[in-house]
């Protein structure tokens, strides 16, 4: 059993907050790509939200498994809840390692290829949407592990 | 069957199980991961084969890995392999690997095993999971009550291995095997004795080769390849009591080998209750459980899994970078440079070597790292057992197209290989299920395709090449089921079977495991760069500098106005009438007709024609293609026709008229495809 009830809810609520982020985030990626592919327009955010429809739609299904936590709270369903934290924090989290990962990588290819490594691109990469929210997720992720054990005594 | 005794120097043990067991992993414990990749005798299902020495008998164990099986059918071309194996060869020990968390599936198939007449030991395997789920196995009861070695085991963290070497070589050394493992009734077990008696009457040889019980057995279940090697050594009046025995136990029981199935299961969960104690009151909630209700979910499953596949290739893709980069700074600068500096080789030696071989070969080579790293994130996502998962969340996607579930398997096997794909269609027992699984296979998208994409989507896409790259993939599921509704729908039509899967439980993955499986699956790659790519681009540069008039000199490879006059110039301009629309250039019209031998020298022979090194390549195509038709180039050499080697291996297994098929529907859809993109491209982006 869950020892802090409140934590749980709390944890949810602010799952729920990020997921909505989340979906928001992807869908602006999905409409990005749209916008400066087919029409030619000008994307939103263009520095942090990358035009990747693919990435559009793994944030979106971030989005729907952190809200798929307070739903199932909601619906007396602990295990699901915590479950729902375990893997969407889990995702956003490998998201965010992976998105560092290309930053670090991009700064190596560039002395490499003996490049100018520019400090910007770095800061842009490590900012990116999927970075930022990734950041976030750490808590709920953490919280999901810390009332994963909890439930398994 | 070889004894201790009588002095041999080599023995045989037979590794079996049920699949995502730890097999793999035990036979590399044993063997030292040291192995022998083969095919079995007739078939292309792998065969693996390792050693290990010992001391005590002075002698060599060879350890044969057998495919993983749930039981002894004669259904599937993996369980024919195991049980043919285990009668005709006779290994001296047959190690059979049991998981101690579904205890009663792993019984079932020890019981098959045993009625083998087998010479058996058991590797209890996954204690520690079936403890951690508040239960232990009773492994001295279940030793007592099979009357065989059991031997508890961890093998991903090397518990119990070296118990499991003795408990081997002990057997070796004094064979035991039990003749009647299960009991079938009185009704059913006096006809059983008839027709052993029959046989033993009637062929000694038979009976020397085969064991009698298991002949019988096999005999009333119907099985087809027992009942055809009986008819082989039995007369017909003897053949026609045999007939009449099966009648007579059919009208009794009914179904024989639903009846043998059920007794033999029933016995198996029998045993498994004797021997499992339960260790904590409640079960505990576990980490499987858990993530499964999430991981597997109606409504999340699959963008799930969508975003878990997304993860993997831009894993491999983003951080190959560096990899991929000082690769084509070794090999394609350094190397290149340094044959065209020895001043002591004829011209058109420094060209093969340079411009050919190095050129060729080596704008391959620079995809090793992204291969690699494919190969390491798919490893780990197979060790962690999410793959399986994926099968599963897919099935009911693949239902409503109407393809069994079953073909999962060989499609997920074709982004390795489509070679593999293709056998792997065997284990689908259904004819008609079958064969739109093997011809739909090929639509998946291999790792030999993979460099192309890259370097396609590399020179043209931008900060898009990823998604480009990815939508490859997409693309590859949604024609293979769209192809699969249309076979089933015309030339292949039928209901489709349903699909029974265990599913394992998570667990961490092993980074020695992990990294060998990465190494067998990226060895097959350096193999074909050293070998078919190797030869496809030489005989691509051949055709480069020679043409309708004769030896033209490497100077073709430098100008495109010389070049035009190579036999390879002939052919690349009598294709791009048809690739024209597309807005191809001739040159990478000709390269997609080598990739017909293997699809990673489309990549070789652009690097020939067009220019050099990965970054040259890279930089000479982005004025060469547009992003648009840099895409369809992509989607032709996802769709269009399969290397000779899939055709040939559907040639085999379905016939020459299903290989023609599959090369003529294939490419029409590509064509037609890439037109229609094209086209529709074109209006969107004016």
């Given at each position: 059993m869950v020892k802090n009830k409140s934590l749980l809810i709390a944890a949810s609520l602010f799952a729920f907050i990020l997921g909505l982020t989340y979906i928001a985030s992807g869908s602006l990626c999905i409409y990005n790509w749209i916008v400066t592919s087919l029409i030619n327009n000008t994307a939103i955010l263009e520095r942090f939200i990358p035009q990747d429809p693919w990435l559009g739609i793994v944030l979106i299904s971030i989005g729907l498994t952190y809200n798929a936590s307070a739903y199932y709270l909601m619906r007396g369903n602990m295990v699901l809840s915590i479950a729902s934290l375990l893997v969407g924090g889990g995702l956003a989290v490998i998201i965010m390692s992976l998105q560092v990962l290309a930053t670090l990588a991009y700064a190596v290819d560039a002395i490499i290829t003996n490049e100018e490594l520019k400090l910007n691109n770095v800061v842009d990469n490590l900012l990116r949407i999927d970075g930022v929210l990734g950041y976030v997720s750490l808590i709920p992720f953490f919280l999901g592990y810390k009332f994963y054990k909890e439930i398994r005594g | 069957m070889g004894n201790v005794t009588t002095g041999k120097l080599k023995y045989t043990a037979a590794i079996v199980g049920i699949p995502n067991v730890g097999k793999s992993v035990i036979f590399n414990k044993l063997t030292g991961g040291k192995a022998w990749v083969g095919n079995w005798p007739g078939v292309t299902v792998e065969k693996k084969v390792g050693r290990f020495r010992s001391e005590e008998i002075n002698a060599e164990i060879e350890v044969v890995d057998l495919p993983g099986i749930y039981s002894l059918t004669a259904y599937s071309i993996d369980e024919l392999i195991a049980r043919n194996f285990i009668i005709e060869?006779?290994?001296?020990v047959v190690v059979i690997i049991a998981n101690a968390a579904n205890l009663e599936r792993s019984l079932y198939l020890v019981l098959s095993i045993m009625e083998l007449e087998a010479n058996v030991v058991i590797a209890l395997n996954m204690v520690d999971i079936a403890r951690s789920e508040g239960y232990e196995i009773l492994h001295d009861k279940l030793e007592r009550i099979l009357g065989v070695p059991v031997i508890p085991t961890i093998a991903v963290s090397n518990v119990g291995i070296e118990e499991l070497r003795k408990s081997i070589i002990n057997s070796i050394k004094k064979r035991t095997s039990r003749v009647k493992v299960v009991s079938y009734g009185k009704d059913l077990e006096e006809i059983i004795s008839e027709v052993k008696e029959i046989l033993v009457r009637a062929s000694h040889e038979l009976t020397v080769k085969y064991p009698p019980r298991w002949l019988a057995i096999k005999f009333l279940e119907g099985d087809e390849d027992v009942t055809t090697k009986i008819r082989r050594y039995v007369d017909n009046t003897m053949l026609t009591e045999l007939m009449r025995l099966k009648r007579k136990a059919e009208e009794i029981i009914g179904d024989i080998e639903e009846y043998v199935t059920e007794v033999k299961f029933k016995r198996a969960i029998e045993i498994a209750r004797l021997v499992t104690k339960h260790i904590s009151l409640t079960a505990k909630m576990n980490v499987t459980d858990i993530l499964d209700t999430i991981l597997t979910h109606k409504v999340l499953g699959i963008p799930l899994a969508l975003s878990i596949m997304y993860l993997l290739f831009r894993f491999a893709f983003e951080l190959s970078a560096p990899l991929s980069d000082g690769i084509d700074v070794l090999i394609n600068g350094v190397l290149r440079d340094w044959v065209k500096s020895l001043g002591f080789m004829p011209t058109w030696l420094t060209s093969l070597l340079a411009d050919g071989v190095i050129a060729g070969v080596g704008a391959v080579l620079v995809f090793l790292p992204v291969i690699a790293l494919f190969f390491f994130v798919l490893s780990i996502l197979e060790d962690i057992g999410y793959l399986a998962r994926l099968a599963f969340v897919i099935d009911k996607v693949l239902h409503k197209f109407?393809?069994?579930?079953?073909?999962i398997i060989p499609l997920i096997m074709g982004f390795g290989c489509n070679v593999p794909a293709v056998m792997a269609?065997?284990?689908?027992?259904d004819e008609k299920d079958r064969k739109v699984t093997a011809l739909i296979a090929?639509?998946?998208?291999?790792?030999?395709r993979l460099p192309v994409y890259l370097t396609i989507a590399g020179a043209v896409m931008g900060a898009y090449a990823a998604a480009a790259v990815t939508s490859m993939y997409w693309l590859s599921i949604v024609l293979a089921l769209i192809m699969g509704l249309f076979f089933r729908k015309t030339i292949l039509r039928g209901p489709t079977t349903g699909f029974i899967m265990e599913l394992p439980p998570y667990l961490v993955p092993r980074v020695d495991n992990v990294l060998m499986k990465t190494w067998e699956r990226t060895k097959h790659f350096l193999i074909k760069a050293g070998t078919v790519i190797f030869v496809g681009v030489i005989i691509v540069w051949l055709l480069s500098v020679t043409g309708p008039s004769g030896y033209l000199g490497p100077e073709a490879l430098e100008n495109p106005d010389i070049l035009s006059e190579s036999w390879i110039g002939v052919l690349g301009k009598a294709f791009s009438v048809l690739t024209s629309p597309m807005g191809w250039d001739w040159r990478t019209t000709a390269a997609l007709i080598f990739g017909f031998i293997a699809k990673e020298i489309i990549v070789g022979s652009l690097g020939v024609l067009l220019g050099a090194s990965e970054e040259s390549l890279r930089e000479v195509l982005s004025h060469v293609f547009t992003p648009l038709s840099g895409f369809t180039y992509m989607v032709f050499v996802l769709v269009y026709v399969p290397c000779i080697a899939t055709l040939a291996s559907i040639r085999s297994e379905l016939g020459m008229k299903y290989a023609i098929i599959t090369a003529l529907y294939q490419v029409i859809l590509a064509y037609v495809l890439a037109l229609i993109i094209s086209c529709i491209g074109g209006i969107l982006i004016g």
């Open positions: - | 060869e006779k290994p001296d109407k393809l069994p579930g079953k073909s269609t065997r284990a689908i027992e090929p639509l998946s998208s291999c790792s030999a």
